[in-house]
């Protein structure tokens, strides 16, 4: 047998490559509808077209063929009579009815082709109900399915049905040739499964007995039914073990995809509270838990642990559930249940069947188990809110901060806020998580007001939450730019050396260096970001981690500061090794402090990254009055480019006046309402018919001066003693214009180029 097996295997190995790429086609039967699936390679293309007895599928590339060989194994011929390849990627479906065709692709390999019953008349009858007990599963959807050549020689003798035999049935519609055909098609569908059950060797086939001799003695056949009389339906249906088995393999397998929420009664929390004092009922249940060969007692295990559940004790229910084991009816769900009342989370809530998109309760505890919920709309928030509405008011009030703190994180503050509300019916303990669970949807709806005084009652009270209370109080000044107290951040310096290495430790340092800069200690807030960039990049971490992440609320904080001396400190030194990774509005400030300070170049180098973004305007500008203060203006007209308004006009201008065009930067300036630039580009261009009407100027005595000489050029230039005076009075007029024009370019600024 082992070298049978062995064979077997190499065969299957070596099997023709053309085998290995055909698509396997598989079907099932479902309530109205029959679903064929082709489990595709790869992703193809595909086109479906369909008429009123034909369908045809096309796939493309075509170039794999179909194994057929299985299609009709757990299906009837019903909806779909035929089906075969109808050439290179090509599949025909031959149609039993004027069915309805649809396809869809899932998961991206799965092609999915829907064959459903025709819309019919109202009364119609399209069907025989097939009812198997209380379930209504069609007949035979996962039933263990055999070939037609299967099925028992002499089985069809041993389903015959002699001519008469039903006529006392009724049809249940107007029409009784329907009737009678859909009667038969459950005819057909009872020998099917009949039939598969003797391939299965449930049954034994054997021929019909000889039919009795006709007796008088027979009773009379029963009358017919009155007219007015309820129609009987005939209800056909044969299931063996086999079949039982077959459907709870599928069933399991198909879980993940067609999951069914748990019922509410399951997690009716209130209604678990012994009626008896906490301490007797334990100590009953623990006295019933073990039977006499000290085995654990399912029902009084099932019973103490919902007793633990329903007072909240979260590690006593676990240690309960690990006696039993997942026989225990539920176990999942009640596990899940402890681990979110002690840890505050429960990894395995999904196994549990407790999905967000469950209503009810199902969808209370699914939010209450998982550390990050997702975010998106909620199904029925009423449902939620009711649900949490019926828990017993001891759990609502230690499970109000964990779910509003799951909404918040999902993105429902307003939930949030109606939680918290129906869960602390009294004012809350400072330290307690209430407390601050409502300061944080006080942030996160906008009222920084009423949640600064929670927080800070918090931190004062010095419990368990004081950590987490300062990071929101911190984070809180910092985001609505407020100052932070020097308190504060030693505090945070504190706080971050007690809890190193937590989660809590981690966010007590980022906003240990937020509250140093927030509080004006801008080197001691620099030095620890650099000592936490220095970490990272012992441990390998990522350039864009927690480090990156603080600088820019660190120099934009600096870049405010309005000691220059502190400013150019760092922004001439450690500052331009973050300058890469700083965001485009935090280089920005930096960049236009320096262009003000003098430092053009320095500025230059905050500008380097390219950004897309909202400040990218801004930024193409300073890059332009950075080149011109170095003196680059064909740099500054090329950033230029495409700007409009009056600062990239004024910087024009000033590129202009640096390329010698005076006469344009003049005339830009006057657009500009700019007088006084537009006079001082008016004179450097020798423009003195401008000048001449600029009153309390002293361009205007330059223009007068210009004219005058102009005059002289033209008048008298005889040798004489008149001459001579005029000349020396002219002089003298002409000196005092000079002193004052220069007095006046002093008191204005030197730089006759730039704005």
């Known amino acids: ?49 369909s008429s009123e007895r034909v369908a045809r599928l096309t796939l493309s590339p075509a170039g794999a063929g179909f194994d057929l060989a299985r299609t009709f194994e757990r299906i009837s011929r019903t909806r779909l009579r035929g089906i075969s390849e109808d050439g290179p990627g090509r599949l025909r479906f031959d149609l039993g009815c004027a069915c309805d065709v649809e396809a869809h692709l899932h998961d991206g390999r ?62 249940v519609g107007p029409s009784e040739d329907a009737f009678l055909d859909a009667l038969g098609q459950a005819e057909i569908k009872l020998a099917a499964q009949l039939g598969r059950a003797t391939a299965q060797g449930m049954l034994q086939a054997g021929d019909l007995p000889a039919a009795p001799a006709p007796s008088h003695g027979l009773a009379p056949p029963p009358p017919m039914p009155p007219a007015d009389a309820p129609r009987p339906r005939a209800v056909l249906h044969a299931q063996t073990e086999t079949d039982r088995a077959t459907a709870r393999i599928f069933d399991k397998a198909l879980s993940g995809h067609a999951a069914t929420c748990p019922p509410e009664e399951v997690f009716d929390i209130g209604s678990w509270a012994p009626d008896k004092p906490f301490a007797l009922a334990i100590s009953e249940a623990r006295q019933d838990l073990s039977d006499e060969r000290d085995r ?28 039993a084991g997942p026989s225990l009816p539920n176990e999942a769900i009640y596990t899940t249940m402890a681990r979110v009342l002690e840890h505050g989370h429960a990894p395995a809530a999904a196994s549990a069947g407790m999905r967000a998109e469950c209503s009810g309760p199902a969808a209370l505890w699914s939010y209450l188990a998982k550390a990050t919920p997702p975010p998106g709309p909620l199904d029925d928030e009423a449902a939620l809110q009711r649900a949490f509405a019926m828990l017993p008011p001891h759990l609502k009030s230690h499970l109000g901060a964990v779910l509003a703190d799951r909404l918040l994180q999902a993105g429902h503050a307003g939930l949030a806020d109606d939680i918290l509300r129906t869960s602390v019916r009294q004012p809350a303990d400072p330290a307690s998580t209430q407390a601050l669970a409502t300061a944080r949807v006080d942030l996160a709806l906008g009222r920084p007001e009423q949640a600064g005084p929670v927080l800070a009652d918090a931190i004062d009270a010095g419990g368990g939450t004081s950590p987490e209370a300062l990071v929101s109080l911190i984070d809180m000044l910092t985001d609505t730019r407020r100052p932070v107290e020097t308190p504060l951040a030693e505090l945070a310096a504190a706080f971050s050396v007690e809890h190193r290495g937590t989660p809590v430790g981690v966010e007590l340092e980022r906003v240990h260096v937020m509250a140093l800069s927030g509080s004006g200690q801008h080197d001691a807030a620099v030095t ?94 300073l890059r332009a009055q950075a080149a011109l203060a170095i003196g680059r203006p064909t740099e500054a007209e090329l ?12 910087a024009q201008a000033w590129a202009r006046s640096l390329k010698g065009d005076h006469g344009t930067a003049a005339r830009i300036y006057a657009d500009l ?23 309390d100027s002293p361009f205007a005595g330059a223009a007068a001066l210009a004219g005058q000489d102009q005059a002289l050029a033209r008048g008298d230039t005889s040798a004489s003693l008149a001459n001579g005076r005029a000349l020396l009075d002219e002089s003298a007029a002409a000196r005092q214009t000079l002193d004052a024009l220069l007095s006046g370019l002093s008191s204005n600024g030197a730089d006759t180029a730039r704005p």
């Open 1 to 49: 047998m082992m070298r049978l097996a062995a064979a077997v295997i190499l065969a299957l190995l070596h099997a023709s490559p053309a085998l290995a790429k055909q698509i396997g086609v598989r079907s099932g039967e479902h309530q109205g509808f029959t679903r064929v699936v082709l489990d595709l390679p790869s992703p193809l293309g595909w086109e479906l077209e």
């Open 110 to 171: 799965m092609l999915v082709v829907d064959i459903s019953d025709p819309v019919t008349e109202p009364g119609a009858v399209t069907s025989v109900r097939v009812a198997d007990g209380d379930a209504e599963r069609p007949g035979g959807l996962f039933a263990l399915p055999l070939l037609p050549d299967r099925v028992a020689p002499g089985f069809d003798a041993a389903i015959r049905v002699e001519p008469g035999r039903l006529a006392g049935l009724k049809p």
């Open 296 to 323: 654990p007692r399912p029902e009084a295990v099932e019973t103490l642990v919902r007793t633990y559940l329903h007072y909240g004790f979260g590690a006593e229910a676990l240690q309960m559930l690990s006696l």
């Open 528 to 621: 620890a970001l650099e000592k936490m960039r220095a970490a990272e990049r012992a441990d390998q971490a990522p350039a864009t981690g927690k480090a990156a992440a603080l600088a820019s609320p660190v120099f934009e904080a600096l870049a405010g500061d309005p000691d220059d001396i502190l400013f150019l400190k760092h922004a001439l030194g450690v500052g331009r090794t973050w300058a890469e990774t700083l965001p485009a509005q935090t280089g920005n400030a930096l960049a236009r402090r320096l262009l003000g300070l003098g430092f053009p170049e320095a500025a230059a180098a905050y500008l380097q990254a390219p950004d897309d973004g909202p400040a990218s305007r801004e930024r193409r500008l």
């Open 639 to 650: 950033e230029l480019v495409g700007l409009d308004g009056p600062d990239a006009l004024q």
């Open 673 to 695: 309402d700019e007088t006084e630039q537009a006079q001082r580009a008016a004179w450097l261009a020798e423009d003195w018919a401008a000048l001449r009407g600029a009153e």
